[in-house]
């Protein structure tokens, strides 16, 4: 049965959610993009009548405003914190629509210094049983320039003039770039896109680019992260990590955090772990999924996201903290919350429930909000409530 919440609802659970119903069908990489266009044209077009139009009612459906959601941290207005996780929209193509599909925030990329294809295609998976994914895309973007262009065509403003339309960007090493100048890599692209970010995000965690998992060593982060701290006018720094560093590889990382005043962790990227799904072929490659290069996201990586965000905030209650990974509902949302986590992101989740999740989400959190009788979403990072029917 279609529930009734609204036109794009049941527009995406009549024409997607049957295709995601099973592993095989219309490729996932192939839908992705085909929406990622649509969305594009949209962005790029949004004073044409009819699009505005449309919008305006997406607006309408999808948007959440409420004073309880909003926070300042590090100095930026997040009018509530649902963001979209890094990697739906890689080259900022359609930059300008996130906040009408009602998240607070969007981080664009990864973006990389020199453009890039990515891995050999196919290299994005459904999982659709247990609603989650496997990619090894490898940083498929058109660079730090383009992105730059990109921006301008939408005409998304600087990060200081813009309202509600808080952009966070990833960085990334490029494939070509040896470890050992992945400083001077990171660099150039940031140099490039600090204008527009709102916050820059550190990816030393992606699965899907050689050795740049390597970069989490805590002498190589310094290094890094000490001369991404000299940068003029450098916005605030996030750091994002994997689901599969030891308890004690992620205390070092906290630390660090510390002592360099960094300004927070996003908490994880996609997992190497196959996190006890059942084994099954791909049918596009004819191999097993345990032989499949990538990283898994969506429900599975639930669990492991969220005790990395508990022990996070356990270790130290004042490092900002961006919860992602397997966020699939209000109930999962609320949990990482009360884990630690000021703001979460999702894309799996939202890609298998449909944009109705982001409003599903922030009603769930002013209803959790009253049931506690909180007045703001801030007293309920790390507080360990129970979600309350
Ligand atoms: C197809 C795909 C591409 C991704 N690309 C990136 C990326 O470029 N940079 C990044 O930091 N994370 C990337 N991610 C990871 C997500 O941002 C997120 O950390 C991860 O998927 C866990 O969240 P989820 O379970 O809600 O999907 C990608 C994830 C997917 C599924």
């Not at 965690?205 to 190589?220: A, H, V």
């Amino acid at each position: 049965m279609i529930e009734q919440k609204g036109m794009f609802n049941n527009i995406y659970k009549n024409l997607v959610t049957p295709i995601l119903k099973k592993d095989a069908g219309i490729d996932a990489e192939y839908l992705t993009n085909f929406s990622l266009s649509l969305l594009t044209f949209s962005s790029n077009n949004r004073n044409w009548p009819l699009i505005s139009r449309i919008i305006n009612n997406l607006n309408k459906e999808l948007c959440v405003v409420d004073r309880r959601l909003h926070q300042k941290i590090c100095g930026i207005d997040f009018s509530n914190p649902v963001g979209l996780a890094a990697g739906f929209d890689k080259n900022g193509n359609a930059a300008n629509i996130w906040s009408d599909f009602g998240f607070g925030f969007a981080e664009i990329g990864t973006v990389t210094k020199f453009p890039q294809a990515g891995n050999a295609k196919p290299r994005l998976f459904r999982l659709a049983k247990e609603e989650a994914a496997l990619n090894r895309m490898g940083f498929n973007n058109n660079g730090a320039e383009n992105l730059v262009k990109n921006f301008l065509k939408q005409g998304v403003g600087l990060s200081k003039n813009r309202k509600n339309n808080c952009l966070g960007i990833n960085f990334g090493k490029s494939k070509i770039t040896s470890l050992s100048m992945a400083t001077e890599d990171y660099l150039t692209s940031l140099k490039l896109l600090i204008p527009y970010c709102n916050y820059a995000a550190i990816n030393v965690s992606s699965p899907n680019t050689e050795g740049l998992r390597k970069l989490q060593d805590p002498i190589l982060l310094k290094e890094l992260l000490r001369e991404v701290k000299k940068l003029d006018n450098c916005p605030p720094i996030f750091v994002k990590i994997a689901p599969d560093l030891s308890y004690k590889d992620i205390e070092d990382i906290c630390q660090l955090i510390i002592d360099e005043n960094i300004d927070g962790i996003i908490a994880t990227n996609t997992s190497l772990d196959r996190l006890g799904l059942e084994q099954r072929k791909i049918q596009q490659t004819g191999l097993l999924l345990n032989e499949e290069n990538g990283g898994l996201s969506g429900r599975p990586l639930q669990l492991k996201a969220n005790e990395i965000i508990r022990h996070i905030h356990n270790i130290n209650n004042n490092i900002n903290l961006i919860g992602v990974g397997g966020i699939d509902s209000p109930e999962s949302a609320w949990e990482r919350i009360c884990s630690g986590a000021s703001l979460i992101q999702i894309y799996t989740g939202w890609i298998y429930k449909g944009p109705q999740l982001v409003p599903d989400i922030l009603n769930g959190i002013i209803k959790q909000l009253n049931n506690h009788q909180l007045s703001n979403i801030k007293e309920a990072i790390g507080s360990n409530l129970e979600w309350i029917e």
